[in-house]
């Protein structure tokens, strides 16, 4: 113990002794005195009465003088006592003052909670407490209940027992989902122990693996086979369980979601146990539970119909949209991936196409015009000029702060937004600065699918990406760019502070009846568009600001575009409304778009007690009926 720490509370104790002292002496001179009044009162009333006359028995007496009460006067007040009183008092106040400034000058342990978020609760977290947030920070439970099986029937034990209990055991995957859709506090178990490839058939150009195993790991335990997946999203962390089961998917309109390329799965359920399912065994369950969100059982086991491995050729260039309009049908049908960014209060479209090598071609020989380090030149001098500006916000030392030329374009771009994220004139300076780099960047890249096809998307983020038709190859419908087209001018009506970029991506259909890309005609197209604000502070008050304003540009495109596109949101970026009419609007919309009975009864015939479900499954998706 300190030398500070021995004064305070030497004096604390020496101060409640004192007190101690004091009270009782206190208390005991007061007995004392009203015992004496007391006995002086009975004294004086017995010598006035008659101890030979009998006492009365009349029931209704007459009114006789009433005796004076016998009263028992207070203590004297003292002024010497007050001033006593006053002093100790002050030395109580200044104990307490004292040892709050100890407490709070004293260390705490690395996983104490945060003094200055949380005032007064700095205890350590319990060691069995796991937090679990999603890969934005948008998202946190905490729980006590955090599973991690490592063989599939230990899986089905651990499920036969939470379902005995009743005990929530949510499944969760890598924790990528925007809206944190895997996390319930009650409970979580996740598979990243069970993440072995099981089985290659080279032949076939199938793959069994254990739905735990994330998405680059497992391409990189079959490329030795000369295999690989048919598409990828844009990053390879995903668990090849969750992303199968929120129905994400890549780019490129000949291509479905991912999850199209699932041909069979092994499910781990409460009321039946292991099941094995596929299109040709239970197939109306299959397509159903295929892009489940979850809540039908645990996929324990994945396969998957690959394709050969091959090189990529990726071309980016600069276009605008009166460009692409005369070119959209050609640009879908003529590459095997397309994609299309957008820079708001510009009139730059990045257009993203990735095709086959060609072997008898070659790779391009055409040569950039422009080196990284120029392409993000225009980038470095917004940062240099921007510091000058918003100085202040530039809390770290010198020391901390990194060499600006070691940054790559997008930390570049998170730093310049967070000087000011939400002044639409400052957003759009950066705006300008990516559509330079962007025209400085174009050019080819060569490499395989896995390593072209991803995208570096920034820091933290809050994403709304929504799903819609396209009409088909042969004849599309033009919806997409004229949601697009919209979309910017709402954007621009608004003065929304709209970073970029607005990514437009495309799929097939899918015949997962709960995907948002689900269609029962073959030659149907849809276009995937998202929107985002980016999370570039720690500061709870600036995230707070940037959600708020966030989910104001979202409700404005909810308003004015999806009802009239039939846009739905994609699984893993879809929230639940806090509004209780928003709720029921909500889930009224989904209802006409999703087999929502269908669903809710495979879920009480497979998870009778639910123990798989959280606060979105349940408000998007309630069941009516009890279940028993």
Same mark, same amino acid.
């Given at each position: 113990?300190? %030398?500070?720490?021995?004064?305070?509370?030497?004096?604390?104790?020496?101060? %409640?002794?004192q007190?101690?002292?004091?009270?009782?002496?206190?208390?005991?001179?007061?007995?004392?005195?009203?015992?004496?009044?007391?006995?002086?009162?009975?004294?004086?009333? $017995?010598?006035?009465?008659?101890?030979?006359?009998?006492?009365?028995?009349?029931?209704?007496?007459?009114?006789?003088?009433?005796r004076?009460?016998?009263?028992?006067?207070?203590?004297?007040?003292?002024?010497?006592?007050?001033?006593?009183?006053?002093?100790?008092?002050?030395?109580?106040?200044?104990?307490?003052?004292?040892?709050?400034?100890?407490?709070?000058?004293?260390?705490?342990?690395?996983?104490?909670?945060?003094?200055?978020?949380?005032?007064?609760?700095?205890?350590p977290?319990?060691?069995?407490?796991?937090?679990?947030?999603?890969?934005?920070?948008?998202?946190?439970?905490?729980?006590?209940?955090?599973?991690?099986p490592?063989?599939?029937?230990?899986?089905?034990?651990?499920?036969?027992?939470?379902?005995?209990?009743?005990?929530?055991?949510?499944?969760?995957?890598?924790?990528?989902?925007?809206?944190?859709?895997?996390?319930?506090r009650?409970?979580? #178990?996740?598979?990243?122990?069970?993440?072995?490839?099981?089985?290659?058939?080279?032949?076939?150009?199938?793959?069994?693996?254990?739905?735990g195993?994330?998405v680059?790991? $497992?391409?990189?335990?079959?490329?030795?086979?000369?295999?690989?997946?048919?598409?990828?999203?844009?990053?390879?962390?995903?668990?090849?369980?969750?992303?199968?089961?929120?129905?994400?998917?890549?780019?490129?309109?000949?291509?479905?979601?991912?999850?199209?390329?699932? &041909?069979s799965?092994?499910?781990?359920?409460?009321?039946?146990?292991?099941?094995?399912?596929?299109?040709?065994?239970?197939?109306?369950?299959?397509?159903?539970?295929?892009?489940?969100?979850?809540? $039908?059982?645990?996929?324990?086991?994945?396969?998957?119909q690959?394709?050969?491995?091959?090189?990529?050729?990726?071309?980016?260039?600069?276009?605008?949209?009166?460009?692409?309009?005369?070119?959209?049908?050609?640009?879908?049908?003529?590459?095997?991936?397309?994609?299309?960014?957008?820079?708001?209060?510009?009139?730059?479209?990045?257009?993203?196409?990735?095709?086959?090598?060609?072997?008898?071609?070659?790779?391009?020989?055409?040569?950039?015009?422009?080196?990284?380090?120029?392409?993000? %030149?225009?980038?470095?001098?917004?940062?240099?000029?921007?510091?000058?500006?918003?100085?202040?916000?530039? #809390?770290?030392?010198?020391?901390?702060?990194?060499?600006?030329?070691?940054?790559?374009?997008?930390?570049?771009?998170?730093?310049? &937004?967070?000087?000011d994220?939400?002044?639409?004139?400052?957003?759009?300076?950066?705006?300008?600065?990516?559509?330079?780099y962007?025209?400085?960047?174009?050019?080819f890249?060569?490499?395989?699918?896995?390593?072209?096809?991803?995208?570096?998307?920034?820091?933290? %983020?809050?994403?709304?990406?929504?799903?819609?038709?396209?009409?088909? $190859?042969?004849?599309?419908?033009?919806?997409?760019?004229?949601?697009?087209?919209?979309?910017?001018?709402?954007i621009?009506?608004?003065?929304?502070?709209?970073?970029?970029?607005?990514?437009?991506?495309?799929?097939?259909?899918?015949?997962?009846?709960m995907?948002?890309?689900?269609?029962?005609?073959?030659d149907?197209?849809?276009?995937?568009?998202?929107?985002?604000?980016?999370l570039?502070?720690?500061?709870?008050?600036?995230?707070?600001n &940037?959600?708020?304003?966030?989910?104001?540009?979202?409700?404005?495109?909810?308003?004015?575009?999806?009802?009239?596109?039939?846009?739905?949101?994609?699984?893993?970026?879809?929230?639940?409304?806090?509004?209780?009419?928003?709720?029921?609007?909500?889930?009224?919309?989904?209802?006409?778009?999703?087999?929502?009975?269908?669903?809710?009864?495979?879920?009480?015939?497979?998870?009778?007690?639910?123990?798989?479900?959280?606060?979105?499954?349940?408000?998007?998706?309630?069941?009516?009926?009890?279940?028993?």
């Open positions: 113990m300190s %030398q500070a720490e021995k004064i305070v509370c030497g004096g604390l104790d020496s101060l %409640q002794r007190l101690t002292k004091t009270s009782v002496e206190t208390h005991f001179n007061f007995q004392m005195l009203r015992a004496s009044n007391l006995r002086r009162c009975l004294h004086s009333s $017995l010598r006035r009465r008659d101890p030979f006359k009998p006492p009365s028995t009349t029931t209704a007496a007459a009114p006789s003088t009433p004076p009460f016998c009263t028992v006067p207070s203590p004297p007040p003292t002024s010497s006592a007050d001033s006593e009183l006053r002093k100790y008092i002050g030395y109580t106040i200044l104990a307490a003052v004292c040892g709050a400034a100890t407490y709070y000058s004293f260390p705490f342990p690395e996983n104490a909670k945060h003094k200055k978020a949380q005032l007064f609760r700095y205890a977290l319990p060691a069995d407490l796991h937090t679990v947030s999603n890969w934005s920070g948008t998202h946190e439970v905490q729980t006590h209940t955090f599973i991690q490592e063989t599939l029937f230990e899986l089905e034990a651990v499920v036969k027992k939470c379902n005995d209990k009743k005990q929530k055991i949510r499944p969760v995957g890598s924790g990528l989902s925007p809206n944190g859709i895997g996390l319930t009650s409970g979580m #178990v996740n598979l990243a122990l069970m993440d072995r490839v099981l089985e290659v058939d080279e032949k076939n150009k199938r793959v069994r693996v254990q739905a195993i994330r680059q790991q $497992l391409v990189d335990g079959i490329k030795q086979y000369g295999l690989t997946l048919q598409n990828f999203a844009s990053i390879r962390e995903q668990q090849i369980g969750g992303i199968v089961q929120v129905g994400a998917h890549g780019t490129g309109a000949r291509l479905p979601p991912i999850d199209e390329q699932v &041909i799965m092994k499910l781990v359920t409460p009321s039946k146990g292991i099941i094995e399912i596929s299109k040709e065994k239970d197939p109306e369950l299959f397509y159903l539970a295929r892009c489940g969100l979850g809540g $039908l059982g645990v996929v324990a086991e994945v396969t998957l690959c394709v050969e491995r091959m090189e990529l050729v990726e071309h980016t260039y600069v276009s605008n949209m009166n460009e692409i309009k005369k070119n959209h049908k050609k640009l879908l049908s003529e590459n095997k991936h397309v994609k299309y960014l957008y820079i708001p209060y510009t009139d730059t479209v990045v257009i993203v196409t990735c095709n086959p090598l060609s072997k008898w071609k070659g790779p391009p020989k055409h040569k950039p015009k422009y080196t990284p380090e120029e392409a993000t %030149q225009h980038v470095r001098e917004l940062y240099q000029e921007s510091l000058k500006n918003y100085r202040k916000v530039v #809390v770290k030392s010198d020391e901390d702060e990194p060499d600006i030329n070691e940054l790559s374009f997008t930390e570049l771009r998170d730093k310049l &937004i967070a000087m994220p939400l002044d639409k004139e400052h957003i759009a300076k950066v705006n300008k600065a990516e559509a330079e962007w025209r400085k960047s174009e050019g890249r060569v490499g395989w699918s896995d390593e072209i096809l991803g995208f570096d998307c920034g820091g933290q %983020q809050w994403v709304s990406e929504t799903c819609f038709p396209a009409g088909t $190859l042969s004849k599309p419908s033009m919806n997409d760019l004229e949601y697009i087209e919209k979309l910017m001018q709402i621009e009506k608004e003065n929304l502070p709209a970073p970029a970029p607005i990514e437009q991506r495309w799929s097939a259909r899918s015949k997962s009846l995907s948002p890309a689900y269609s029962s005609s073959e149907d197209i849809f276009s995937w568009v998202g929107i985002i604000m980016y570039p502070t720690s500061d709870a008050r600036e995230r707070k &940037i959600t708020e304003e966030f989910f104001h540009y979202r409700r404005l495109t909810q308003e004015k575009l999806w009802d009239q596109y039939s846009a739905y949101e994609h699984w893993a970026k879809i929230e639940v409304p806090k509004d209780k009419d928003e709720l029921v609007a909500l889930q009224a919309r989904l209802r006409k778009r999703f087999p929502v009975d269908a669903y809710n009864e495979a879920r009480k015939e497979l998870d009778p007690n639910r123990i798989f479900s959280n606060n979105i499954l349940e408000k998007l998706f309630p069941i009516t009926q009890t279940v028993q």
